[in-house]
Protein backbone atom coordinates (compact mmCIF):
# COMPACT_ATOMS: atom_id res chain seq x y z
CA UNK A 1 0.00 0.00 0.00
CA UNK A 2 3.06 2.38 0.93
CA UNK A 3 4.54 1.62 -2.49
CA UNK A 4 1.36 2.28 -4.29
CA UNK A 5 0.95 5.82 -2.47
CA UNK A 6 4.53 6.65 -3.58
CA UNK A 7 4.19 6.14 -7.06
CA UNK A 8 0.67 7.60 -7.27
CA UNK A 9 2.46 11.05 -5.25
CA UNK A 10 5.50 11.01 -7.77
CA UNK A 11 3.19 10.62 -10.95
CA UNK A 12 1.14 13.62 -9.08
CA UNK A 13 4.48 15.71 -9.26
CA UNK A 14 5.37 14.86 -12.64
CA UNK A 15 1.46 15.61 -14.30
CA UNK A 16 2.41 19.03 -12.23
CA UNK A 17 5.50 19.90 -13.13
CA UNK A 18 6.81 18.00 -15.99
CA UNK A 19 10.19 18.25 -14.81
CA UNK A 20 13.21 15.37 -16.40
CA UNK A 21 16.01 15.44 -13.51
CA UNK A 22 18.55 13.31 -15.45
CA UNK A 23 20.06 12.06 -12.17
CA UNK A 24 16.48 11.19 -11.06
CA UNK A 25 16.28 8.71 -13.16
CA UNK A 26 16.71 5.80 -10.79
CA UNK A 27 20.42 6.46 -10.14
CA UNK A 28 19.85 8.88 -8.08
CA UNK A 29 16.47 8.76 -6.43
CA UNK A 30 17.54 10.13 -2.85
CA UNK A 31 19.20 13.61 -4.85
CA UNK A 32 15.32 13.90 -6.50
CA UNK A 33 13.15 13.45 -3.62
CA UNK A 34 15.55 16.41 -2.05
CA UNK A 35 14.91 18.48 -4.96
CA UNK A 36 10.70 17.71 -4.90
CA UNK A 37 11.24 16.73 -8.58
CA UNK A 38 11.27 13.68 -10.69
CA UNK A 39 12.11 11.88 -13.63
CA UNK A 40 9.61 9.49 -14.77
CA UNK A 41 10.61 6.99 -17.44
CA UNK A 42 7.38 5.06 -18.37
CA UNK A 43 6.17 4.83 -21.72
CA UNK A 44 4.62 8.14 -23.22
CA UNK A 45 7.43 10.28 -21.83
CA UNK A 46 9.55 9.89 -24.83
CA UNK A 47 12.33 10.78 -22.96
CA UNK A 48 15.29 7.85 -23.00
CA UNK A 49 17.90 8.43 -20.35
CA UNK A 50 20.85 6.69 -20.22
CA UNK A 51 23.79 6.95 -17.99
CA UNK A 52 27.68 6.34 -19.48
CA UNK A 53 30.46 4.37 -17.47
CA UNK A 54 31.74 7.86 -17.55
CA UNK A 55 29.01 9.61 -15.03
CA UNK A 56 27.56 11.79 -18.13
CA UNK A 57 23.96 11.20 -19.32
CA UNK A 58 23.30 10.52 -22.83
CA UNK A 59 19.11 12.03 -23.00
CA UNK A 60 17.39 10.65 -26.03
CA UNK A 61 14.06 11.62 -27.44
CA UNK A 62 12.20 8.81 -28.68
CA UNK A 63 9.66 10.75 -30.29
CA UNK A 64 7.56 14.55 -29.72
CA UNK A 65 8.10 15.15 -25.87
CA UNK A 66 6.34 17.74 -23.69
CA UNK A 67 8.88 18.12 -21.08
CA UNK A 68 10.90 20.81 -18.89
CA UNK A 69 14.63 19.52 -18.92
CA UNK A 70 16.87 20.71 -16.46
CA UNK A 71 20.51 20.03 -15.61
CA UNK A 72 21.51 20.77 -12.53
CA UNK A 73 25.15 21.59 -11.08
CA UNK A 74 27.78 18.78 -11.44
CA UNK A 75 25.50 16.75 -13.84
CA UNK A 76 27.14 16.57 -17.44
CA UNK A 77 24.56 15.70 -20.59
CA UNK A 78 24.20 15.12 -24.35
CA UNK A 79 20.73 15.42 -25.65
CA UNK A 80 19.97 14.41 -29.01
CA UNK A 81 16.73 15.64 -30.31
CA UNK A 82 16.84 12.44 -32.67
CA UNK A 83 14.04 14.76 -35.61
CA UNK A 84 11.68 15.41 -32.33
CA UNK A 85 10.43 18.34 -31.02
CA UNK A 86 11.16 18.97 -27.27
CA UNK A 87 8.56 21.81 -25.71
CA UNK A 88 8.50 23.13 -22.08
CA UNK A 89 5.54 21.70 -19.88
CA UNK A 90 5.25 24.03 -17.29
CA UNK A 91 4.45 28.21 -18.33
CA UNK A 92 6.76 29.34 -15.86
CA UNK A 93 9.82 26.95 -16.71
CA UNK A 94 11.74 26.83 -19.87
CA UNK A 95 11.90 23.70 -22.26
CA UNK A 96 15.87 23.39 -21.12
CA UNK A 97 17.21 25.13 -18.57
CA UNK A 98 21.52 24.26 -17.48
CA UNK A 99 22.30 25.25 -14.04
CA UNK A 100 25.60 26.69 -13.04
CA UNK A 101 27.72 23.91 -12.97
CA UNK A 102 25.89 22.01 -15.14
CA UNK A 103 26.55 21.23 -18.59
CA UNK A 104 24.44 20.76 -21.74
CA UNK A 105 25.77 19.73 -25.43
CA UNK A 106 22.94 19.59 -28.18
CA UNK A 107 22.85 17.64 -31.03
CA UNK A 108 19.93 16.33 -33.81
CA UNK A 109 21.35 13.05 -35.09
CA UNK A 110 18.32 12.71 -37.73
CA UNK A 111 18.56 12.38 -40.95
CA UNK A 112 16.42 14.96 -41.67
CA UNK A 113 17.34 17.58 -39.38
CA UNK A 114 14.20 18.46 -37.79
CA UNK A 115 14.67 18.07 -33.95
CA UNK A 116 13.42 21.04 -32.30
CA UNK A 117 12.99 22.92 -29.55
CA UNK A 118 10.20 25.21 -29.02
CA UNK A 119 7.68 27.01 -26.02
CA UNK A 120 4.10 26.72 -25.37
CA UNK A 121 2.43 30.01 -26.43
CA UNK A 122 1.80 30.50 -22.67
CA UNK A 123 5.18 30.61 -21.59
CA UNK A 124 6.84 33.30 -19.35
CA UNK A 125 10.60 32.23 -19.83
CA UNK A 126 12.70 31.98 -23.12
CA UNK A 127 13.04 28.81 -24.81
CA UNK A 128 16.20 27.81 -23.05
CA UNK A 129 18.55 29.64 -20.44
CA UNK A 130 22.00 28.73 -19.85
CA UNK A 131 23.55 29.58 -17.03
CA UNK A 132 26.61 26.93 -16.72
CA UNK A 133 27.84 25.34 -20.12
CA UNK A 134 25.82 25.14 -23.13
CA UNK A 135 27.21 23.46 -26.44
CA UNK A 136 24.83 23.11 -29.04
CA UNK A 137 26.33 21.67 -32.39
CA UNK A 138 22.52 21.39 -34.08
CA UNK A 139 18.54 21.14 -34.18
CA UNK A 140 16.12 23.45 -34.92
CA UNK A 141 15.13 26.37 -31.58
CA UNK A 142 12.18 28.31 -32.76
CA UNK A 143 9.82 31.26 -30.77
CA UNK A 144 7.15 33.54 -31.84
CA UNK A 145 6.94 34.75 -28.52
CA UNK A 146 8.67 37.73 -27.15
CA UNK A 147 11.26 36.36 -25.29
CA UNK A 148 14.67 35.17 -26.86
CA UNK A 149 14.54 31.45 -27.81
CA UNK A 150 18.17 31.07 -26.26
CA UNK A 151 19.38 33.09 -23.29
CA UNK A 152 22.84 33.02 -22.31
CA UNK A 153 24.08 33.55 -18.84
CA UNK A 154 27.50 32.15 -18.83
CA UNK A 155 29.15 29.80 -21.10
CA UNK A 156 27.63 29.28 -24.84
CA UNK A 157 29.42 27.49 -27.80
CA UNK A 158 27.49 27.38 -31.14
CA UNK A 159 28.34 25.17 -33.59
CA UNK A 160 25.13 24.94 -35.58
CA UNK A 161 21.60 24.75 -35.96
CA UNK A 162 18.93 27.23 -37.05
CA UNK A 163 17.68 29.57 -34.49
CA UNK A 164 14.23 31.75 -35.52
CA UNK A 165 12.63 34.50 -33.27
CA UNK A 166 9.54 35.56 -35.33
CA UNK A 167 8.11 38.19 -33.00
CA UNK A 168 8.65 41.36 -33.33
CA UNK A 169 10.37 42.80 -30.13
CA UNK A 170 12.90 40.42 -28.75
CA UNK A 171 15.84 38.91 -30.41
CA UNK A 172 16.54 35.34 -31.37
CA UNK A 173 19.57 35.10 -29.48
CA UNK A 174 21.08 37.17 -26.36
CA UNK A 175 23.71 37.73 -23.75
CA UNK A 176 22.62 38.82 -20.73
CA UNK A 177 24.39 39.23 -17.39
CA UNK A 178 22.42 36.99 -14.57
CA UNK A 179 20.05 39.05 -12.13
CA UNK A 180 19.56 36.81 -9.21
CA UNK A 181 21.99 34.45 -7.28
CA UNK A 182 22.28 31.96 -8.75
CA UNK A 183 25.04 32.51 -10.71
CA UNK A 184 28.54 34.41 -9.56
CA UNK A 185 28.35 38.01 -10.23
CA UNK A 186 32.21 37.45 -11.19
CA UNK A 187 30.98 35.36 -14.71
CA UNK A 188 30.82 37.51 -18.21
CA UNK A 189 28.02 36.22 -20.39
CA UNK A 190 30.22 34.95 -23.39
CA UNK A 191 29.01 33.79 -26.52
CA UNK A 192 31.01 32.22 -29.12
CA UNK A 193 29.72 31.35 -32.66
CA UNK A 194 31.40 28.96 -35.07
CA UNK A 195 28.66 28.40 -37.33
CA UNK A 196 24.77 28.65 -37.62
CA UNK A 197 21.67 30.51 -38.87
CA UNK A 198 19.84 33.26 -37.20
CA UNK A 199 16.72 34.94 -38.27
CA UNK A 200 14.43 36.79 -36.59
CA UNK A 201 11.97 39.66 -36.98
CA UNK A 202 14.51 41.90 -34.16
CA UNK A 203 17.83 41.50 -33.64
CA UNK A 204 19.71 38.35 -34.76
CA UNK A 205 22.19 38.31 -31.98
CA UNK A 206 22.24 40.67 -29.05
CA UNK A 207 25.26 41.08 -26.94
CA UNK A 208 24.04 43.18 -23.74
CA UNK A 209 25.87 44.78 -21.19
CA UNK A 210 29.16 43.55 -19.69
CA UNK A 211 28.99 40.48 -22.09
CA UNK A 212 30.91 39.34 -24.66
CA UNK A 213 29.81 37.84 -28.10
CA UNK A 214 32.54 36.25 -30.79
CA UNK A 215 31.23 35.69 -34.04
CA UNK A 216 33.85 33.63 -36.32
CA UNK A 217 31.33 32.37 -38.78
CA UNK A 218 27.02 31.56 -39.60
CA UNK A 219 24.56 33.96 -41.44
CA UNK A 220 22.58 36.43 -39.57
CA UNK A 221 19.46 38.05 -41.12
CA UNK A 222 17.10 40.41 -38.92
CA UNK A 223 14.32 41.38 -40.81
CA UNK A 224 13.93 45.31 -39.45
CA UNK A 225 16.06 45.81 -36.71
CA UNK A 226 20.26 44.56 -36.10
CA UNK A 227 22.11 41.28 -37.08
CA UNK A 228 24.51 42.22 -34.26
CA UNK A 229 23.27 44.71 -31.50
CA UNK A 230 26.13 44.72 -29.44
CA UNK A 231 26.21 47.01 -26.14
CA UNK A 232 29.33 45.37 -24.12
CA UNK A 233 32.24 43.76 -26.38
CA UNK A 234 32.06 41.79 -29.89
CA UNK A 235 34.40 40.40 -32.26
CA UNK A 236 33.35 39.85 -35.81
CA UNK A 237 35.70 38.13 -38.14
CA UNK A 238 33.54 36.05 -40.48
CA UNK A 239 30.03 35.48 -41.05
CA UNK A 240 27.23 37.42 -43.31
CA UNK A 241 25.52 39.48 -41.69
CA UNK A 242 22.36 41.48 -42.95
CA UNK A 243 19.67 43.47 -41.95
CA UNK A 244 16.96 43.80 -44.65
CA UNK A 245 15.64 47.32 -43.55
CA UNK A 246 18.15 48.73 -41.01
CA UNK A 247 21.64 48.60 -40.34
CA UNK A 248 23.78 45.55 -40.03
CA UNK A 249 25.39 46.29 -36.85
CA UNK A 250 24.49 48.60 -34.22
CA UNK A 251 26.94 49.30 -31.32
CA UNK A 252 26.18 51.44 -28.02
CA UNK A 253 26.97 52.05 -24.71
CA UNK A 254 23.79 52.15 -22.35
CA UNK A 255 25.95 54.03 -19.36
CA UNK A 256 25.48 50.65 -17.34
CA UNK A 257 29.13 48.79 -19.10
CA UNK A 258 32.63 48.54 -17.92
CA UNK A 259 33.76 48.15 -21.47
CA UNK A 260 32.47 48.67 -24.98
CA UNK A 261 34.30 47.93 -27.93
CA UNK A 262 33.55 46.82 -31.79
CA UNK A 263 36.32 44.40 -33.28
CA UNK A 264 35.83 43.46 -37.28
CA UNK A 265 38.52 41.48 -39.38
CA UNK A 266 36.45 40.01 -42.04
CA UNK A 267 33.14 38.52 -42.61
CA UNK A 268 30.14 40.25 -45.29
CA UNK A 269 28.08 43.04 -43.68
CA UNK A 270 25.14 44.10 -45.63
CA UNK A 271 22.88 46.59 -44.83
CA UNK A 272 19.38 48.46 -46.32
CA UNK A 273 20.28 50.73 -49.12
CA UNK A 274 19.58 53.83 -46.93
CA UNK A 275 21.30 52.75 -43.89
CA UNK A 276 25.02 52.97 -42.81
CA UNK A 277 26.88 49.53 -42.03
CA UNK A 278 27.20 50.64 -38.36
CA UNK A 279 25.18 52.62 -36.25
CA UNK A 280 26.71 54.12 -32.80
CA UNK A 281 24.35 54.92 -30.17
CA UNK A 282 26.32 57.37 -27.82
CA UNK A 283 23.78 58.98 -26.11
CA UNK A 284 24.26 58.02 -22.98
CA UNK A 285 27.62 56.41 -23.34
CA UNK A 286 30.74 56.86 -20.78
CA UNK A 287 32.69 55.04 -22.96
CA UNK A 288 34.65 56.57 -26.51
CA UNK A 289 32.98 53.90 -28.77
CA UNK A 290 34.75 55.06 -31.61
CA UNK A 291 37.94 54.63 -29.89
CA UNK A 292 37.42 50.94 -29.35
CA UNK A 293 35.94 50.61 -32.86
CA UNK A 294 38.84 48.99 -35.02
CA UNK A 295 37.97 47.36 -38.65
CA UNK A 296 40.83 45.83 -40.16
CA UNK A 297 39.04 43.37 -42.59
CA UNK A 298 35.34 42.72 -44.17
CA UNK A 299 33.20 42.93 -46.95
CA UNK A 300 30.43 46.29 -46.46
CA UNK A 301 28.14 48.37 -48.35
CA UNK A 302 28.48 51.79 -46.62
CA UNK A 303 31.40 53.21 -46.76
CA UNK A 304 33.57 53.14 -43.23
CA UNK A 305 36.54 54.30 -44.24
CA UNK A 306 36.45 56.86 -41.04
CA UNK A 307 36.59 53.62 -38.63
CA UNK A 308 39.77 52.11 -40.84
CA UNK A 309 43.63 52.25 -39.51
CA UNK A 310 46.05 54.81 -41.80
CA UNK A 311 47.04 51.08 -43.50
CA UNK A 312 43.76 50.41 -44.94
CA UNK A 313 41.52 51.45 -47.36
CA UNK A 314 38.00 50.26 -49.16
CA UNK A 315 38.24 49.52 -52.45
CA UNK A 316 35.22 48.32 -54.86
CA UNK A 317 35.02 44.78 -55.98
CA UNK A 318 33.22 43.12 -58.81
CA UNK A 319 29.46 43.12 -57.25
CA UNK A 320 29.55 46.86 -55.95
CA UNK A 321 31.00 46.01 -52.36
CA UNK A 322 32.96 47.85 -50.40
CA UNK A 323 36.14 45.78 -49.85
CA UNK A 324 38.90 46.35 -46.61
CA UNK A 325 42.59 45.87 -47.86
CA UNK A 326 46.03 46.94 -47.39
CA UNK A 327 46.96 50.31 -48.48
CA UNK A 328 48.90 50.60 -51.64
CA UNK A 329 51.93 52.48 -51.12
CA UNK A 330 52.43 55.39 -53.54
CA UNK A 331 55.60 55.08 -55.21
CA UNK A 332 57.39 58.54 -55.73
CA UNK A 333 57.89 60.35 -59.10
CA UNK A 334 61.39 59.49 -60.19
CA UNK A 335 62.92 63.26 -61.45
CA UNK A 336 64.58 62.87 -65.32
CA UNK A 337 67.74 64.50 -64.99
CA UNK A 338 68.96 66.18 -68.05
CA UNK A 339 72.26 64.56 -69.54
CA UNK A 340 75.15 66.32 -68.58
CA UNK A 341 76.26 67.85 -72.32
CA UNK A 342 80.29 67.22 -72.97
CA UNK A 343 82.09 70.67 -72.38
CA UNK A 344 84.04 69.82 -75.26
CA UNK A 345 81.38 69.36 -77.55
CA UNK A 346 79.80 71.93 -76.04
CA UNK A 347 82.30 74.39 -77.28
CA UNK A 348 82.13 73.11 -80.62
CA UNK A 349 78.83 73.96 -81.05
CA UNK A 350 79.17 77.31 -79.70
CA UNK A 351 82.09 78.03 -82.22
CA UNK A 352 80.14 76.72 -84.93
CA UNK A 353 77.55 78.34 -85.02
CA UNK A 354 79.09 81.51 -84.10
CA UNK A 355 80.63 81.22 -87.43
CA UNK A 356 77.71 80.47 -89.10
CA UNK A 357 76.06 83.74 -87.55
CA UNK A 358 79.25 85.67 -89.07
CA UNK A 359 79.30 83.84 -92.73
CA UNK A 360 75.71 84.96 -92.54
CA UNK A 361 76.35 88.49 -91.75
CA UNK A 362 78.99 88.72 -94.17
CA UNK A 363 76.90 87.88 -97.11
CA UNK A 364 74.27 89.57 -96.51
CA UNK A 365 76.42 92.74 -96.08
CA UNK A 366 77.88 91.97 -99.73
CA UNK A 367 74.38 91.66 -101.27
CA UNK A 368 73.67 95.11 -99.75
CA UNK A 369 76.53 96.94 -101.24
CA UNK A 370 76.28 95.30 -104.66
CA UNK A 371 72.48 96.76 -104.61
CA UNK A 372 74.06 99.80 -103.60
CA UNK A 373 76.45 100.53 -106.17
CA UNK A 374 73.95 98.61 -108.94
Same mark, same amino acid.
Given at each position: ??????????????????????? =? #???? *??? %???????????? @???????????????????????????????????????????????? %?????????????????? *?? #? !?????? $???????????? $???????????????? $????????????????????????? %???????????????????????? @?????? *???????????????????????????????? =?????? +???????????? !???????? =? +?????????????? #?????????? #????? &??????????????? +???????????????????????????? %????????????????????? =?????????????????? &???
Amino acid at each position: MKKLKLLTMIAAIFLFCGVVNVN =A #ATVD *SEK %ADERGQFYVGSD @GTNVEVTKEEDGTFSVKLTGDAIQDLIIFEGEEVVLDLNGFTLTNFTD %ACEAIKVRHGGKLTIMDS *SE #A !GTGTVT $QKETSVFSGITN $QGTLIINSGNFTTSLS $QYILRNENDLTINGGVFTNNSKDTS %AVGNIVNLDSSVPEDVTPTMVINQ @GTFEAV *SNAVKNNENSKVEIIGGTFTSENAYALDNWAD =ATVSGG +SLTSLNNSAIRY !GDSGNTTS =A +SLIITGGKITSSEL #AEDITIDDEN #AVIDL &KANLEITGGTFTSDI +SEYLPTDKELVEDENGNLVVVEKKEETP %ATPVENPEENPDTSDINVVFF =ASLCLLGLAGLTYTLRRR &KFN
